[in-house]
């Protein structure tokens, strides 16, 4: 159980957003933030890698999506974000820029450089599609590519009304997962593969908040 604020790289958890990792309990910024955060850096990607990845943070995807002229972010961004080959975006339904707390859904968007592609991935019936191809329109300008359809993908559904973040984790994790068995074939790249679901080896929505409750429990219990 999470007693303090625990800060993790660029990203932080406090107590109640722990709390949020319980079941039937909706993901917020932070707790989306803080696994993609250590996602990188304790994963074995290198350098070499054939697949380059990129993990948008939410708080940047819901900046890239409703600024005005999303160009205007391009310097203030990583540099990797522009070599990378797949970039993982979390997508929130929450457009409002006066306020901090919002939203109520989240959904997957994947890009693929090599084929100008997005990918959509939704738990509750394409619900955030919409704000999917909002936020495709404002990154393509971002990249400088041509905009190019969303295609949607297969996805597990949630069943109830707060997994939805769980969902893009475990999704996310799993394609990471294989982007880094990936470094170690010397076969081409096939990014459908990497970017399909794999429903039977999918952690459900219950595992996968109770391996985020054990990282955050280690990561206190080592300071």
């Not at 803080?34 to 708080?59: D, G, I, Q, T």
């Not at 693929?112 to 404002?138: C, G, P, Q, R, T």
């Not at 400088?144 to 769980?166: A, F, L």
Request: aromatic residues 12%; proline residues 3%; negative net charge.
């Amino acid at each position: 159980m999470l007693t303090a604020t625990l800060y993790y790289k660029d990203a932080m958890l406090t107590p109640a957003d722990y709390y949020l990792l319980y079941d039937d309990r909706w993901l917020n910024d932070q707790c989306v933030d803080f696994y993609l955060e250590y996602l990188e850096y304790n994963s074995s990607v290198k350098e070499e890698s054939k697949v380059k990845p990129y993990l948008l943070r939410a708080s940047m995807s819901f900046l890239i999506a409703n600024i005005e002229d999303a160009k205007y972010l391009s310097k203030a961004l990583p540099k990797q974000i522009f070599s990378s080959d797949i970039i993982f975006i979390p997508v929130n339904n929450k457009q409002s820029l006066e306020s901090y707390i919002g939203g109520s859904h989240w959904s997957l968007l994947v890009y693929v450089k090599e084929n100008n592609k997005f990918l959509y991935y939704d738990s509750a019936n394409d619900m955030n599609f919409d704000i999917a191809n909002k936020f495709a329109d404002k990154i393509s300008g971002v990249l400088e590519v041509k905009r190019n359809d969303i295609v949607i993908v297969n996805t597990p559904q949630q069943k109830n009304g707060s997994d939805c973040g769980v969902f893009v984790l475990s999704i996310t994790d799993q394609f990471y997962q294989r982007i880094i068995e990936s470094q170690s074939n010397s076969d081409q790249v096939d990014f459908e593969k990497i970017l399909e679901v794999d429903v039977q080896n999918l952690l459900s929505p219950s595992n996968m908040r109770k391996k985020i409750r054990n990282l955050v429990n280690e990561l206190e219990y080592s300071k």
